[in-house]
T-cell receptor
Framework: DGGITQSPKYLFRKEGQNVTLSCEQN?????MYWYRQDPGQGLRLIYY???????QKGDIAEGYSVSREKKESFPLTVTSAQKNPTAFYLC??????????????FGEGSRLTVL | AQKITQTQPGMFVQEKEAVTLDCTYD???????LFWYKQPSSGEMIFLIY??????QNATEGRYSLNFQKARKSANLVISASQLGDSAMYFC??????????????FGPGTSLSVIP
């Protein structure tokens, strides 16, 4: 089945360590997005990529980095510069082919806890 | 700058009754899309309904309808005949730009809906 796979589902890290969250899609979607969600709050956009080898900052990009070397993959690195990285991270993709709405398709999320 | 407001942090509704979840948005772009998503306690995000800024009619999808008032920049979600499985967080979202664009999509803070038996 086509979909978006995020890994790991749960991740613990010590302060000062970088960590990379994986996001892979086999939907052949052009655009990919990373969001952060804190408890009881909405989703905030970290980065998004409309095409391979290009990406744009969202509203809370500081302390995060991304790459888009392949259409299928959009990994997110949470660096030690991110002051409060404990959160639920959601990856999503979007296409406009064969759809009238262009909605986001989401992965199941990765829950990062900094100890 | 884009902004989404959902003024109801929490809502209760009796099973089988209808409920309206409010959403207002702010944008200067004449072309945009509005979305509603449902997030159960499991954390998955479920797409419910879409309204384009140039769509003449309000969107409907089964028990979900979107009350789109463009002049007021309002896009309220109406859930008819509520079911226990409707208990979840509901998020309003907006994408600026035409339907074919891959621009940023922003979300509101959400409304927690609880359906009472």
């Amino acid at each position: 089945d086509g979909g978006i796979t995020q890994s790991p589902k749960y991740l613990f890290r010590k302060e000062g360590q970088n960590v990379t969250l994986s996001c892979e899609q086999n939907l052949n979607h052009d655009a990919m997005y990373w969001y952060r969600q804190d408890p009881g709050q909405g989703l905030r956009l970290i980065y998004y990529s409309q095409i391979v080898n290009d990406f744009q900052k969202g509203d809370i990009a500081e302390g995060y980095s991304v790459s888009r070397e392949k259409k299928e993959s959009f990994p997110l690195t949470v660096t030690s510069a991110q002051k409060n990285p404990t959160a639920f991270y959601l990856c999503a993709s979007m296409t406009h082919r064969g759809t009238d709405t262009g909605e986001l398709f989401f992965g199941e999320g990765s829950r990062l806890t900094v100890l | 700058a884009q902004k989404i407001t959902q003024t109801q942090p929490g809502m209760f509704v009796q099973e089988k009754e209808a409920v309206t979840l409010d959403c207002t948005y702010d944008t200067s772009d004449p072309s945009y899309g509005l979305f509603w998503y449902k997030q159960p306690s499991s954390g998955e995000m479920i797409f419910l309904i879409y309204q384009g800024s140039y769509d003449q009619q309000n969107a409907t999808e089964g028990r979900y309808s979107l009350n789109f008032q463009k002049a007021r920049k309002s896009a309220n979600l109406v859930i008819s005949a509520s079911q226990l499985g409707d208990s979840a967080m509901y998020f309003c979202a907006m994408r600026e730009g035409p339907r074919t664009s891959y621009d940023k999509v922003i979300f509101g803070p959400g409304t927690s809906l609880s359906v009472i038996p």
